[in-house]
C-alpha cells in the first residue's frame, strides 16, 4: 500500500525557514514523480514544485522558485521542500503526492497518491 507522511509544518515569521519531509512506503522512488503541493484557504490546490526520480526533471512555481528548493533522498524513501525566505502569501496546507511513471509536471490531477497534509503558517 503506498503511503505517503508529510511533516515538517509549523508557524514561522516572515523572513523564515521550514523543511518539510515526506516519507514514502510501499513503493519506491525509482519510477516516479514526487510534489509538493499546496490549498490556501478559498483557494485551489497548486503545484508548488515536483522531482522526477526516473529522469530528474524539475519544476517550480514562480512564485516559489529561488526560495524552495526540492530534494530527494531515494535511499531514504523521502522527498524534502526546503523553504527559506517564507511570506506571509505562503501560508497554506502543504501536501506532497506522488506519480508512477512518466513526467507530465507539476499539476495536481496527475498525481495518484496523496499523503495529509502540513500546515505552514507565515506571520507578517
Known amino acids: 500500500e503506498v503511503q505517503l507522511q508529510a511533516s515538517g509544518g509549523g508557524l514561522v515569521q516572515a523572513g523564515g525557514y521550514l523543511r518539510l519531509s515526506c516519507a514514502a512506503s510501499?513503493?519506491?522512488?525509482?519510477?516516479?514523480?514526487i510534489g509538493w503541493f499546496r490549498q490556501a484557504p478559498g483557494k485551489e490546490r497548486e503545484g508548488v514544485s515536483c522531482?522526477?526520480?526516473?529522469?530528474?526533471?524539475?519544476y517550480y512555481a514562480d512564485s516559489v522558485a529561488g526560495r524552495f528548493t526540492i530534494s530527494s533522498d531515494n535511499a531514504r524513501n523521502t522527498v524534502y521542500l526546503q523553504m527559506n525566505g517564507l511570506k506571509p502569501e505562503d501560508t497554506a496546507v502543504y501536501y506532497c503526492?506522488?506519480?508512477?511513471?512518466?513526467?507530465?509536471?507539476?499539476?495536481?490531477?496527475?498525481?495518484?497518491?496523496w499523503g495529509q497534509g502540513t500546515q505552514v503558517t507565515v506571520s507578517s
Open positions: 510501499g513503493f519506491t522512488f525509482d519510477d516516479y514523480a
Open positions: 503526492a506522488a506519480r508512477r511513471g512518466s513526467w507530465y509536471g507539476c499539476g495536481p490531477k496527475w498525481y495518484d497518491y
Open positions: 522531482i522526477s526520480s526516473r529522469d530528474g526533471s524539475l
